[in-house]
């Protein structure tokens, strides 16, 4: 999904490395559910159900704001 991609591409770059070994890990399982519902998450129309998920896409979320200048 392109949309996604746009999202997490320039998040990987930037933040990836810097990121705990726990976060790596919750970064890997997230990108096992499907397209749809990761884009969902980062949208904030749901929100994941386990803890390590919903920080990572927090995490997330608030590099693509300060990136968009928001």
């Given amino acids: 999904m392109l949309e996604l991609d746009l999202q997490l591409v320039p998040f990987v770059t930037r933040h ?3 990121l705990s070994r726990e976060q790596k890990f ?3 399982a997230l990108l ?3 397209d749809w ?3 969902d998450w980062l949208q904030g129309r749901e929100q994941p159900q386990d803890a390590a998920t919903r920080m990572l896409i927090s995490t997330i979320r ?3 704001r300060v990136a968009d200048g928001r």
Avoid: L, M
């Fill in 16 to 18: 990836y490395p810097d």
């Fill in 26 to 28: 919750a970064y890997a």
């Fill in 32 to 34: 096992e559910h499907e």
């Fill in 37 to 39: 519902q990761i884009f």
């Fill in 62 to 64: 608030s590099t693509i």
